[in-house]
T-cell receptor, first 112, second 113 residues
Framework: EPEVTQTPSHQVTQMGQEVILRCVPI?????FYWYRQILGQKVEFLVS????????KSEIFDDQFSVERPDGSNFTLKIRSTKLEDSAMYFC??????????FGSGTQLSVL | QQQVKQSPQSLIVQKGGISIINCAYE??????FPWYQQFPGKGPALLIA?????SEKKEGRFTISFNKSAKQFSLHIMDSQPGDSATYFC????????????FGKGTKLTVNP
């Protein structure tokens, strides 16, 4: 069964550093998303991406965050200058149409 | 208004019992209500979903009950099995409006053998 693949599974970085989280969505899916889950808390929406542009973003997704689909298969989330509060599990998701989301296993980001 | 409130936070059930998890919402514009199942180290996986035009949807041992007037919906797991032990999240979204899923805080279900 096709699945969303995320790399790396764990990422440790120093505060102020840039990180790039990578995702390979399921092929032929059209909608792409990033969500995050701070330990012990609910899953929160960050951004959605469709037709090569951001379709919606949350208040969490400020100027420090950006997304790209550089080559038609990968989907990346970049955090330019990480903060301690960015420590979370980041989930990529893709969907053939809105609503039926398939999530990856996540990247655990730890900012020290 | 964008919140989805989920209870209980944790639930322990004996094998063969019924697990019931409840969610409530405020925003009447929500019109799609999925439940996600998450095992440790994995991402959430869609379990079952319902729209407000029906009051119940059943898929195998999993049933969603929906009460539009009370703005509540619940997940029932019949004949609960140890393999059902996971964290369950309810969520809501608006078709035609904001496409983001608003998640509840999750319920950690433990099914004892």
């Amino acid at each position: 069964e096709p699945e969303v693949t995320q790399t790396p599974s764990h990422q440790v970085t120093q505060m102020g550093q840039e990180v790039i989280l990578r995702c390979v969505p399921i092929s032929n899916h059209l909608y792409f998303y990033w969500y995050r889950q701070i330990l012990g808390q609910k899953v929160e929406f960050l951004v959605s991406f469709y037709n090569n542009e951001i379709s919606e973003k949350s208040e969490i997704f400020d100027d420090q965050f950006s997304v790209e689909r550089p080559d038609g298969s990968n989907f990346t989330l970049k955090i330019r200058s990480t903060k301690l509060e960015d420590s979370a599990m980041y989930f990529c998701a893709s969907s053939p149409f809105r609503e039926k989301l398939f999530f990856g296993s996540g990247t655990q980001l730890s900012v020290l | 208004q964008q919140q989805v409130k989920q209870s209980p936070q944790s639930l322990i059930v004996q094998k063969g019992g019924i697990s019931i998890i409840n969610c409530a919402y405020e925003n009447t514009a929500f019109d799609y209500f999925p439940w996600y199942q998450q095992f440790p180290g994995k991402g959430p996986a869609l379990l079952i979903a319902i729209r407000p035009d029906v009051s119940e949807k059943k898929e195998g041992r999993f049933t969603i009950s929906f009460n539009k007037s009370a703005k509540q919906f619940s997940l029932h797991i019949m004949d609960s099995q140890p393999g059902d032990s996971a964290t369950y999240f309810c969520a809501a979204s608006m078709e035609g409006g904001s496409e983001k899923l608003v998640f509840g805080k999750g319920t950690k279900l433990t099914v004892n053998p």
